[in-house]
Nanobody, 125 residues
Framework: QVQLVESGGGSVQAGGSLRLSCAAS????????MAWFRQLPEREREGVAS????????YYADSVKGRFTISQDSAKNTVYLQMNSLKPEDTAMYYC??????????????????WGQGTQVTVSS
């Protein structure tokens, strides 16, 4: 079955960096849309970034453009989210998710079916 395992979360001060990883298995990774969402308690999941694995096409939410970078290692079926210049408002649980449609963006969490367990990112001021 589809498995998505996130890692790399933690606590940093504002201005710091973290790199999240998402190891995928159990499906055709090479023909999928991989994305990161984040969520605060009692808030809707917010799309952060996505990457279409066949061609590396990426999408970023306006709130993270220029600070976050999504990338992949196809040999490892792993997607990364490099987060630089972190702000306190980036604090959230970050989730990795996937679907197999060619329309690939992180606009709406309802487009995605499979989710990882999440990794917490906390940014202090």
């Amino acid at each position: 079955q589809v498995q998505l395992v996130e890692s790399g979360g933690g606590s940093v001060q504002a201005g710091g960096s973290l790199r999240l990883s998402c190891a995928a298995s159990g499906y055709a990774y090479s023909r999928s849309c991989m994305a990161w969402f984040r969520q605060l308690p009692e808030r809707e999941r917010e799309g952060v970034a996505s990457i279409y694995t066949p061609d590396g096409r990426t999408y970023y939410a306006d709130s993270v453009k220029g600070r976050f970078t999504i990338s992949q290692d196809s040999a490892k079926n792993t997607v990364y989210l490099q987060m630089n210049s972190l702000k306190p408002e980036d604090t959230a649980m970050y989730y990795c998710t996937t679907h197999t449609d060619s329309v690939c963006n992180a606009a709406y969490w309802g487009d995605f079916v499979h989710w990882g367990q999440g990794t917490q990112v906390t940014v202090s001021s």
